[in-house]
């Protein structure tokens, strides 16, 4: 069972999923820095019951921004992929039109929320924060983490055929129509390659994916969720989409006006 705390209908267009497990570091300025933003961005923390206190300082924010957050505390660990589902299907009972998920760490840098947004008010269905669109644009990254995800989005552009430079990437906007439409039931992997399997069905019913270049900034304070096993799943995951792909028809998008 999850706790949903906070349930309104949408009062903005726009909302910010934040995926959280031992964020207490980060998760207020976080989630500060999103309000502060021009456009009305509202946030959905989903906590995996993290031990440290994250939710409790979730809900003293709710507190201060009336209607601004919400949260959705889970029972322990369960994954990345199944936090931004979870997010996914409150916030599209909610109403809302865009969709984004983004790390708690500042990695993904608040302010170019915007620039994500007007890709899916013009001619974007997603909206990926690009790493390598345009270059490699990562900060204090080792060189072997940096060479490791650059190769690995390489090899699974390669393999699927998706048009993205940047296929691992996190920070990503959706069209709300999108999520309604690629089958969130049938999304399976929890790792990298959950974020791999969300741009390929969405390439694949025929929605625009865009890239808008960003500059990722590893982490300053807490400790990151990356192994070893989350690249594996990442490798192996998108042969076995590709094969799939070859018998499978996909839901597609129905025409919208721009």
């Given at each position: 069972?999850?706790?949903?705390?906070?349930?309104?209908?949408?009062?903005?267009?726009?909302?910010?999923?934040?995926?959280?497990?031992?964020?207490?570091?980060?998760?207020?300025?976080?989630?500060?820095?999103?309000?502060?933003?021009?456009?009305?961005?509202?946030v959905l923390v989903v906590d995996d019951?993290?031990?440290?206190?994250?939710?409790?300082?979730?809900?003293?924010?709710?507190?201060?921004?009336?209607?601004?957050?919400?949260?959705?505390?889970?029972?322990?660990?369960?994954?990345?992929?199944?936090?931004?589902?979870?997010?996914?299907?409150?916030?599209?009972?909610?109403?809302?039109?865009?969709?984004?998920?983004?790390?708690?760490?500042?990695?993904?840098?608040?302010?170019?929320?915007?620039?994500?947004?007007?890709?899916?008010?013009?001619?974007?269905?997603?909206?990926?924060?690009?790493?390598?669109?345009?270059?490699?644009?990562?900060?204090?990254?080792?060189?072997?983490?940096?060479?490791?995800?650059?190769?690995?989005?390489?090899?699974?552009?390669?393999?699927?055929?998706?048009?993205?430079?940047?296929?691992?990437?996190?920070?990503?906007?959706?069209?709300?129509?999108?999520?309604?439409?690629?089958?969130?039931?049938?999304?399976?992997?929890?790792?990298?390659?959950?974020?791999?399997?969300?741009?390929?069905?969405?390439?694949?019913?025929?929605?625009?994916?865009?890239?808008?270049?960003?500059?990722?900034?590893?982490?300053?304070?807490?400790?990151?969720?990356?192994?070893?096993?989350?690249?594996?799943?990442?490798?192996?995951?998108?042969?076995?989409?590709?094969?799939?792909?070859?018998?499978?028809?996909?839901?597609?998008?129905?025409?919208r006006n721009v």
């Amino acid at each position: 069972m999850s706790e949903i705390e906070n349930s309104h209908r949408a009062p903005h267009s726009d909302v910010v999923i934040i995926p959280t497990y031992n964020e207490k570091e980060n998760i207020e300025a976080i989630i500060d820095a999103v309000l502060a933003l021009d456009g009305d961005f509202d946030v959905l923390v989903v906590d995996d019951n993290s031990p440290d206190g994250t939710a409790a300082l979730v809900r003293g924010v709710m507190q201060r921004r009336p209607g601004r957050v919400d949260l959705l505390c889970r029972q322990g660990k369960q994954g990345l992929g199944t936090a931004y589902l979870a997010g996914f299907d409150r916030v599209l009972q909610r109403g809302y039109e865009r969709i984004y998920e983004m790390d708690a760490d500042f990695s993904h840098n608040p302010a170019d929320l915007p620039r994500l947004r007007a890709a899916l008010e013009a001619e974007a269905d997603v909206a990926v924060g690009s790493r390598y669109c345009n270059g490699v644009n990562v900060v204090n990254w080792p060189m072997g983490r940096v060479l490791m995800s650059y190769f690995a989005s390489k090899y699974v552009r390669l393999v699927t055929g998706i048009p993205v430079h940047d296929t691992t990437a996190g920070f990503v906007g959706y069209r709300a129509d999108v999520l309604r439409t690629i089958g969130l039931d049938t999304i399976r992997f929890k790792g990298y390659a959950f974020q791999i399997e969300m741009k390929f069905k969405a390439h694949k019913s025929g929605f625009r994916v865009e890239e808008v270049p960003i500059v990722f900034t590893n982490r300053v304070l807490g400790t990151s969720k990356m192994n070893s096993g989350i690249f594996g799943e990442a490798m192996f995951g998108v042969l076995q989409l590709r094969w799939e792909s070859l018998f499978k028809k996909y839901p597609q998008k129905a025409s919208r006006n721009v």
